[in-house]
């Protein structure tokens, strides 16, 4: 069911304009007197909110924007060097560990001829945890440049 004068009696809430036939209508309409008091109630409600609304000054915003545009640049700008050197780390790791492989062989007859208590296996084991800690060192890096 609809009441023709309803929506005038949403305008006259909103504006706080009230004919005395429309106050009259009022009186007689309870679908009106309902329209009335959800109207007003919300019309409270959109008072409430825009008192609690508590925007920052534009400038602040602003320089917030700025700020955060120019980290993005720079962040931008330093991730492909970083990248680059992870990468090179890496290679360096793989090429260093080859080299230290087929190297063991002559080191190792070297020096357990001047040190009596170095061995074949404590060279070897020395040689591949070296290897191994450079190849996870380059891959910290590698993931710290995705950050």
């Known amino acids: 069911m609809k009441c023709e004068r309803e929506q005038q009696v949403i305008q006259a809430t909103r504006d706080g304009l009230w004919t005395s036939s429309l106050r ?11 329209t009335e008091l959800i109207a007003a109630s919300l019309k409270e409600n959109a ?16 320089r917030r924007a700025q700020t955060r545009r120019r980290v993005d640049a720079l962040q931008r700008a330093t991730r492909r060097p970083f990248l680059i050197v992870g990468a090179l780390s890496g290679l360096y790791a793989v090429v260093l560990l080859l080299w230290g ?10 020096l357990l001829v001047t040190s009596p208590g170095l061995n074949g296996d404590v060279a ?16 910290v890096l590698a993931l710290e440049t995705r950050r």
């Open 124 to 139: 070897l084991a020395g040689a591949a945890l070296s290897g191994i800690l450079v190849i996870a060192g380059s891959c």
């Open 101 to 110: 492989l087929f190297q063991l062989p002559q080191s190792v007859s070297r």
């Open 47 to 62: 008072a409430t909110l825009e008192r609690q609304r508590n925007l920052p000054p534009a400038a602040m915003v602003w």
């Open 24 to 34: 009259a209508h009022l009186r007689n309409c309870a679908l009106c007197t309902e």
